[in-house]
């Protein structure tokens, strides 16, 4: 791809590496929108990367192309997903089964629901293990209740033969996460892990996030409408905005001296009060019918110029930045 | 003048059209326009349908398109003619059924306290009742006359609608806009009718289909066993059972004929239920 | 909760439930017209006769009374006599309900054979053809007469003499006449269920005959009990399938077989089994219809027979039998729910 600015991480490949990733849904043979336009994103070795945007931005479809768990009806168009410098679009479905849990790993949201309410919680992270390893069913438990005892669950022997309807919903969540890292990926994805859980055990779940992806030298991408969320746990930040990335790079440059004005317009939107009164961004998130010829934002954006009407052939990190 | 008599035409063409197409693409609404079609106009274009023609036990022919019975009657003519009676019945025992049942229900789930508890456990008793037992017995003791069926099979799918309207109405009954209604003192009554009501009426429409095809199955079932509709009357189960002997033993259009006319109806009875249904998700979809 | 609580809150439930079917049914029988001592004694009889009869049944005291005499007779374990048989009810029933049940747990489990995996393996495919054809076959199945669809499969297995091409010939050879269980001679009792003691007896040709009359009932009734069952499997198999546990395990690489078998498995037949609970509790009350097409002597046709009789007491006895067989049923699996399903634990 030309006009592809130029990442910092250059020696080795990322991890992760999505170029042009377009993603459409069709009704019957039409395309019916396109709600990922041409997403780039690097999540290279050992980082820990916040994927922030609204919702609608196409995050968490990001994530699910990833996985390659598109929902039905959606379509790859263009654009390629390399894992540690291997194709996944295009790749058989027993080697992606053979990646999942292995190399990548993801959580959702609403950990209650994402473990199955008649099987125990313990039971599940052994089948995991057992998917991916050779550990025999006693090993495999063993190694379920260790997991269940490093990520904070008290009394971990007990509770892994327990289900998931007598879990709360921070210990759910620590659950989910002993699941997801049963198998050492290289990569978790976090998929809004903390909405719906209250303010003290959503900072608990970061802090246990961050520390477990670390210590097993993971990266980590984390999808979160909260930019405050990013800055806190993050060393990179990206910002999605209508299906593109806007603007990417490490957190404090970002989050201080945002090149990107809906990178600074969405920080005004947090920054909570703002001179007595919440600030809301002008306008609303375009449809996403067809390909758009103009930026995104181009019809909320402060600092429009005529240029942002025309960036076809462009990579749209803002032509002003 | 002509002119706007013109383009009038040509919106009712098209109107027509979309009514068409719309009718193609869900095939239980155009089977559903067939049916009731036969029923009305069917019994003035077919012969008496207890007039002894003739040939007993004739086979399918061009003459007689289902053959003829015991007796030479036209099977063609009694199966068009039982389709009106058929309709009738469950029309109107399902309509019977709703007027009681629903009021019930909702006033239950409104009310609450021991009025509910005391419908809910009776309805609750009905469901472990033999419901074709009980209506065969009460055919047994008053007689089988056609009012006494309608009113029978009423009765028993009242506890259906009572159940349905409860379960629907529950939910309703704590919601904000019930209590806005409470608070600017508005009668139960009026509250259950403008608030409430027209909330469950589209469930209320797909079950009311659904009632309607079981209380023609109520119908044939228990005129097969020889306590519904009467002889020389023609129903479709009576039918069925007339020809039961005749049917095994070769002559297969006797019996066969009545029987594929209640499969149809209650089939597109059930398929119309489940389009009301479906219909209803999609509008709630693109609201 | 605690398990003796919850099947003594059950058992509670269940006989205000007997209490009002019992009630309803009392009032339909009785509130008839006629007097039922003209039918044990005839017309005919002179009114003394009649006045003895109706004092004896306490059919001249108060209907509130009347039921209360009912339900203390009911208490004792007599259901009354039936004046059409002249036997004692329980009689009768002792020796009509082996046939019921025989024929009930036949047709489920013929049911279940078909129904479960269709439906299962349907919601797998989702707009495949065996989709569209358990589509098809559910809602046909659940529309078609029961008493006419009898009549076909003895249309083609027993009759069809001079319509039959000749195909179908070879199948009549193995289709029993339509007249119940009377062919032949019935195994030596043990069971009442003319296969079970066959086989006990080890008497195949009293086994083949047994079965022979039992297939074409059991098959009707397998397909009008299995068409809502294969309904319910694929409506739930499609609803946990898209369940966010399968796919976060489907995220997490676990394999489609254990998918299926492990993960969504166990969330289908919890309520697929409450269905069955309801269907085999209907089933073991007599199937009025399949046994009258058939003339199988069972519940269903004891009962029929006797209201055609206005002989009431087998009647009101076949009702209760048929609520209570429900009822007990849906409570067994009830308690097996409790037992099993995790989330009632706590």
């Keep these: ?321 | 003048m002509t002119s706007r008599a013109a383009t009038n035409a040509t919106t009712d063409r098209s109107r027509l059209g979309r009514v068409v197409r719309e009718a193609l693409r869900r095939p239980a609404y155009l089977s559903m326009a067939i049916i009731v079609l036969v029923a009305l106009i069917g019994p003035l274009l077919v012969r008496d349908p207890l007039e002894f023609l003739g040939d007993t036990l004739a086979g399918p022919s061009a003459e007689f398109w289902f053959g003829t019975d015991q007796f030479g009657r036209d099977i063609f003519a009694r199966v068009v003619h039982a389709a009106r009676l058929d309709l009738w019945v469950g029309l109107i025992a399902a309509a019977l059924a709703v007027t009681v049942g629903m009021p019930l229900g909702a006033l239950g789930a409104y009310r609450g306290g021991l009025f509910d508890t005391l419908l809910l456990r009776i309805s609750e008793s009905f469901q472990a009742f033999p419901t074709l037992l009980l209506a065969l017995g009460i055919v047994a003791a008053l007689g089988p006359s056609i009012p006494i069926l309608v009113v029978i099979i009423a009765l028993v799918n009242v506890p259906v609608y009572l159940r349905l309207t409860r379960s629907a109405v529950k939910p309703l009954v704590d919601s904000d806009f019930v209590l806005a209604a409470r608070c600017a003192g508005k009668s139960q009554g009026a509250i259950l009718r403008r608030h409430v009501l027209p909330n469950v009426s589209e469930i209320i429409f797909a079950q009311f289909s659904v009632n309607v095809a079981w209380a023609i199955q109520i119908l044939a079932a228990l005129s097969f066993v020889g306590l519904g509709v009467q002889k020389p009357t023609p129903e479709w189960g009576a039918m069925v059972r007339d020809g039961a002997d005749y049917t095994i033993y070769g002559q297969w259009w006797v019996s066969v004929f009545p029987g594929l006319a209640i499969l149809a109806t209650v089939l597109t009875l059930n398929y119309l239920s489940d389009e009301i249904r479906h219909g209803q998700r999609r509008s709630i979809g693109n609201r | 909760m605690h398990l003796a609580v919850y099947v003594l809150r059950r058992l509670a439930y269940m006989l205000v439930a007997l209490f009002g079917v019992s009630l309803i049914a009392f009032v339909v029988t009785r509130v008839l017209p006629g007097n039922p001592a003209y039918m044990i004694v005839g017309v005919m009889a002179d009114e003394t006769t009649v006045a003895a009869v109706t004092e004896r049944l306490g059919l001249d005291l108060p209907i509130h009374e009347q039921y209360f005499r009912y339900v203390q007779q009911l208490a004792s374990g007599d259901l009354g006599d039936s004046w059409r048989t002249r036997n004692p009810v329980t009689t009768d029933i002792g020796a009509r309900w082996p046939a019921t049940i025989e024929l009930g747990t036949t047709a489920l489990i013929l049911a279940l054979a078909w129904s479960v995996p269709f439906g299962i393996i349907s919601a797998l495919r989702r707009r495949s053809i065996s989709d569209r054809l358990a589509n098809f076959i559910s809602g046909l199945g659940v529309s078609i007469p029961e008493f006419w669809l009898g009549l076909i499969l003895l249309l083609f297995f027993f009759g069809a003499k001079e319509w039959a091409p000749a195909p179908i010939r070879p199948l009549l050879e193995w289709a029993p006449a339509p007249i119940g269980r009377t062919l032949g001679s019935p195994p030596a009792h043990t069971t009442g269920l003319f296969t079970v003691d066959a086989v006990l007896a080890r008497d195949w040709e009293a086994f083949r005959t047994a079965a022979h009359q039992l297939i074409l009932p059991a098959a009707t009734l397998a397909l009008v009990v299995g068409a809502p069952l294969l309904r319910v499997t694929r409506g739930f198999m499609r609803e946990t399938m898209s369940s966010h546990h399968i796919r976060s395990a489907r995220a997490l690489g676990v394999p489609e077989r254990s998918i299926v078998l492990r993960h969504a498995l166990p969330n289908v037949l919890l309520p697929v089994s409450t269905m069955v609970a309801i269907m085999y509790g209907y089933l073991l009350g007599g199937t009025v219809l399949v046994e009258f097409v058939f003339a199988w002597p069972g519940i269903g046709k004891y009962a029929i027979d006797s209201i055609s009789a206005s002989d009431f007491a087998p009647v009101l006895a076949a009702v209760l039998l048929s609520a209570l067989s429900y009822l007990v049923v849906y409570l067994v699996m009830d308690i097996l729910h409790f037992m099993i399903d995790p989330r009632t634990r706590t």
Excluded at chain 1, 205 to 220: D, F, H, K, W
């Design chain 1, 1 to 321: 791809m030309t006009g592809r600015p130029a990442s910092p991480v250059t020696e080795s490949p990322p991890l992760l590496d999505i170029e042009n990733l377009t993603v459409g849904f069709r009704t019957g043979r039409e395309t019916a929108s396109i709600p990922l336009q041409g997403v780039n994103l690097r999540v290279p070795r050992a980082t820990r990367m916040a994927l922030v945007g609204e919702s609608g931005s196409g995050k968490s479809l990001t994530a699910a192309a990833v996985i390659g768990m598109l929902p039905k009806g959606a379509e790859i168009l263009a654009g390629s997903i390399r894992l540690d410098g291997e194709e996944m679009l295009g790749a058989s479905k027993q080697r992606i089964r053979d990646l999942r849990g292995r190399q990548i790993a993801i959580m959702f949201q609403n950990p209650r629901a994402s473990l199955n309410p008649v099987l125990t919680v313990g039971g599940q992270i052994a089948e995991v293990i057992r998917t991916h390893s050779d550990a025999g069913r006693r090993e495999s438990r063993r190694q379920a209740i260790d997991l269940l005892d490093q990520m904070g669950v008290s009394d971990a022997r007990r509770r892994a033969g327990d289900y998931v309807h007598q879990y709360s919903g921070g210990m759910a969540q620590r659950a989910a996460l002993a699941m997801a890292l049963s198998c050492r990926p290289d990569l978790l994805i976090a998929d809004e892990p903390t909405t719906g859980l209250d303010a003290t055990l959503q900072q608990q779940v970061l802090e246990l996030v961050v520390e477990q992806v670390a210590t097993r030298g993971a990266s980590l991408l984390l999808i979160t409408h909260d930019i405050a969320i990013a800055r806190q746990t993050c060393e990179r930040t990206a910002v999605m905005y209508a299906g593109r990335v806007m603007e990417s790079g490490p957190t404090a440059s970002v989050t201080e001296r945002p090149a990107n004005p809906y990178t600074g317009a969405l920080l005004r939107a947090f920054a909570t009060v703002d001179e007595g009164r919440m600030y809301a961004i002008p306008g609303t998130v375009p449809t996403l019918l067809g390909p758009l010829s103009e930026c995104p934002f181009a019809n909320r954006c402060p600092d429009v110029a005529d240029e942002c009407r025309d960036i076809e052939d462009r990579e749209v990190a803002c032509v002003k930045a």
